[in-house]
């Protein structure tokens, strides 16, 4: 380096120290990108820019990685820790050669890996870049550049506070010299690949041009699709065609989004505040994976879990605080109020109304602008389960947003679509309390401007949140998998509707869904729920519930439910304290210790947090419920049970597992609890251990209720084997109801009609319902004998009580089935 470079670099040291203030993504290079700290790194930068490389300097010393500008030492000579791949602009005009200094570093590094066998250094791509506003279609300047001297000033000016410094994937130098060898000409294939991964990675950052709304609107008049249905429709209503155009392009103005960078930078600014003044702390888990699909040219599409308001706000902040572009989002036509919905619009919404049927233009305009978005490549995000979940457990998906995500494929776009789903999670949902009173009864308080003031007035402190990105799905390969011929279906103009792809739709909404439960977060707050909420009495001493909750732990340390899945590094004692300080509990103290316990009220609430969870504990929770009712039985007995009834629990909770893996995953968990001292076994029995009978019971009793539903719809069932589908569900509703009353069951899930249409749904396909949905005896009666016995003796005494009513209690019950 010349002098008169490190005199420059002095001269910028201070300005930027003042006006830059650089994001760097990832935020932990160490874990997120592998890297061995104790193998030599060097920096590849896309253009020689002293500013970029002193921005990149700041922000390596802060991550704790090495100086770019401290010299390599590598057997005993030194080297310059980095190197550019293009000379960039200047203000006399700009080349893209690699410079003399970069080829000779090259040469002498790879030079070096030949003498050394056991030498490896790590090439780490850095770019940063200076704003991300992705510009306009109608411009024809591209908005993320290389700058020259003035550009660059003035860039750091307006864009210091919105500089990202992108370090990507090491890239091995001894895997090039094994694999490419060691002559002058890796360097310049070098340089090639390095340029396209920089170009790549700023697409990924900014995204494509955004189009101009009215152009947008014109495009999507003349496409084929929508011209045909317009002159269809001016036909059979008998109206001009110009009142046709018109309603369409009105539908456009209340479906298209309005996307604004200056709103997006800014919004990021007010949400970081706002985030930091409600949540102890954001939890991100997944990123990467998802930062290398976009850099890879991956269409993207984002499939939340939606538990909350909050749940458009936090992905878009997430996925721009990790440099990635923020999503165009489908939300509700319910939420198009001023001043919410015009903000919304501006932040990437696009509304979708909750029905299309029997509106063929308003279906055909939507689709449309669907596939524009797909083909222009911006990445979407929509809420399959259609809703909000008022209960906390995941949804069936809806599949409609889905389908015409494969519709839009089948016009033949010319780069992957990748599914994401993101399981999202709170210590604290803000609408938890609406939620428990609309499944009471109350009617759905409809979206205003009135809603969002009382709300904002009862924000506080929220905990912590959790957004993990669970494993891709890639569409192509899926299709390529399951319909083999699906490219034979492509027509880039009005492709039609295949025979196979409702039955291929519903198959990837069960697994899309499965991969959000995959990625499920645990908290303080939904282990405190799940321990409290078994027992019968809502409260437990601090030294139990530490017990019960450091037995959570270890099983999901022990017997990981997935890789995807966030468990708490903290003790049991720690997270009590931490789900105290959240005010959810009452601590009542005496002369024997602390008695934490959940009034009448936040025992409904709890449900809600404990409902996020339950399937990461259903299987544990089954095999402790199967040896707590029968004491002592054989490893193949339980398996027999457990087989028997896992399929309906799958259904119901999304769980992962299939047959071939359940068998293993049993004995995992047996050979935990066993660890656990929770259960014994002998060699020939598995039996309970008496000493630890408490918290075997209260990991039990967290499938004890999905088990006492079950056991009302197979008791129905066998009682009249003839009866109709809708009168199962809607009597198994009414008796869940009675139960609930009889025995102080707080969850409102317990009675609610969709488990028991799952439910139902599940006996067909297993076969224990025929084709006109007849129970099939023998198999209905082995089931509801399994039941029968895994149920309490009083609870199944008051199905049997309710099942054999006298005659005004059948009028009753009649009554209440028809209400």
């Not at 401290?70 to 057997?75: D, F, G, R, V």
């Not at 139902?760 to 198999?779: D, F, I, Q």
């Not at 199944?796 to 054999?804: G, P, R």
Request: glycine share 4%; aromatic share 8%.
């Amino acid at each position: 380096m010349s002098r008169w470079q490190k005199f420059y670099q002095q001269l910028l040291k201070l300005p930027l120290s003042i006006l830059v203030k650089p994001a760097t993504i990832p935020s932990d290079p160490v874990a997120d990108l592998e890297l061995d700290l104790e193998r030599p790194i060097v920096y590849i930068l896309p253009y020689c820019s002293n500013t970029d490389l002193l921005t990149l300097r700041n922000s390596a010393k802060a991550l704790g990685l090495p100086d770019p500008l401290s010299k390599l030492e590598i057997n005993g000579q030194s080297f310059p820790r980095f190197v550019f791949v293009a000379e960039g602009p200047s203000v006399f005009g700009s080349t893209s050669a690699l410079p003399q200094e970069s080829i000779e570093l090259f040469t002498e590094l790879l030079e070096q890996h030949k003498q050394d066998p056991e030498l490896n250094v790590q090439l780490i791509p850095a770019s940063i870049l200076w704003g991300r506003a992705p510009g306009k279609e109608s411009k024809r300047k591209p908005a993320l550049r290389p700058l020259n001297g003035p550009a660059k000033f003035w860039a750091i000016l307006s864009h210091g506070r919105d500089c990202l410094v992108r370090l990507s994937t090491p890239v091995s130098l001894r895997y090039m010299a094994d694999h490419h060898g060691t002559d002058d000409a890796i360097a310049q294939k070098l340089a090639r690949v390095a340029k396209i991964h920089f170009s790549r990675q700023q697409i990924a950052a900014s995204g494509p041009r955004l189009p101009d709304r009215q152009q947008l609107f014109k495009r999507l008049l003349e496409s084929k699709a929508i011209d045909k249905v317009v002159q269809e429709e001016a036909i059979s209503r008998q109206v001009p065609v110009e009142k046709v155009r018109k309603e369409a392009i009105g539908m456009m103005e209340e479906i298209a989004a309005d996307f604004s960078y200056p709103l997006i930078k800014n919004g990021e600014r007010f949400l970081g505040w706002l985030w930091n003044k409600l949540y102890q702390g954001l939890n991100i888990k997944g990123a990467q994976r998802v930062r290398r699909l976009a850099q890879d040219g991956h269409e993207i599409v984002y499939v939340p879990c939606h538990r909350s308001h909050m749940d458009y706000l936090l992905l878009s902040y997430v996925l721009y605080n990790e440099g990635l572009v923020p999503p165009h989002i489908a939300a509700g036509i319910n939420l198009n109020f001023f001043p919410a919905g015009p903000i919304f619009r501006r932040g990437g919404a696009f509304f979708i109304r909750r029905s299309f049927r029997g509106d063929r233009l308003y279906s055909t305009v939507f689709r449309e602008y669907l596939s524009e978005l797909f083909t222009k490549g911006y990445s979407v995000e929509y809420f399959s389960e259609g809703g909000r979940s008022r209960t906390g457990r995941l949804l069936p998906a809806k599949t409609g947003m889905l389908s015409m995500t494969i519709q839009a494929m089948l016009r033949g776009l010319n780069r992957p679509v990748t599914l994401v789903p993101v399981y999202i999670g709170y210590e604290h949902v803000m609408e938890v309390g609406t939620y428990a009173k609309e499944l009471q009864g109350k009617r759905k308080e409809k979206e205003n401007a009135g809603q969002v003031l009382r709300t904002l007035r009862k924000l506080r402190n929220l905990g912590e949140g959790y957004v993990n990105f669970g494993e891709p799905i890639p569409l192509n390969q899926y299709l390529n998998d399951n319909v083999p011929e699906w490219h034979k279906e492509i027509n880039p103009i009005e492709p039609q509707k295949p025979t196979w792809l409702n039955p291929v739709v519903n198959d990837l909404a069960v697994k899309m869904m499965t991969h959000i439960n995959d990625a499920a977060a645990t908290n303080a707050m939904t282990l405190c729920a799940l321990a409290l909420l078994s027992s019968r009495q809502r409260a437990l001493s601090r030294e139990v519930l530490e017990q019960q909750i450091e037995c959570y732990l270890e099983l999901l340390r022990n017997t990981p439910y997935s890789s995807e899945c966030t468990t708490p590094k903290e003790s049991a004692e720690q997270m009590i304290d931490h789900a105290i300080a959240m005010d959810k509990f009452v601590v009542e103290r005496d002369t024997l210790g602390d008695i934490i316990s959940l009034d009448r009220q936040q025992s409904i609430l709890m449900t809600y947090y404990r409902n996020n969870i339950i399937h990461l504990f259903a299987l544990p929770s089954l095999i402790a419920h199967i040896v707590v009712q029968q004491e002592s039985l054989t490893n193949d007995e339980i398996h027999e049970q457990v087989e028997l009834l896992y399929p309906f629990l799958k259904a119901e909770l999304f769980l992962r597992f299939d047959e071939e893996q359940l068998n293993t995953e049993i004995d995992k968990i047996i050979d935990e609890l066993v660890r656990q001292r929770l259960l014994l076994n002998d060699g020939i029995n598995i039996s309970i251990n008496s000493a630890r009978i408490r918290s075997l019971q209260l990991l039990a009793r967290t499938i004890s209720e999905t088990l006492q539903r079950y056991a009302i719809t197979l008791t129905l069932l066998r009682a009249e084997p003839e009866m109709a589908k809708d009168d199962l569900e809607q009597h198994s509703q009414v008796l869940a109801q009675r139960l609930s009353r009889l025995h102080g069951i707080n969850a409102p899930e317990f009675f609610d009609k969709g488990v028991f249409s799952s439910l139902v749904k599940t006996l067909r396909s297993e076969g224990y319902l025929n084709s006109e949905c007849h129970a099939v005896t023998r198999p209905v009666e082995n089931l509801a004998n399994l039941l029968t016995s895994l149920v309490s003796p009083e609870v199944s005494l008051t199905i049997q009580a309710v099942m054999q009513p006298d005659d005004d209690k059948k009028e009753e019950l009649t009554a209440e089935t028809q209400a």
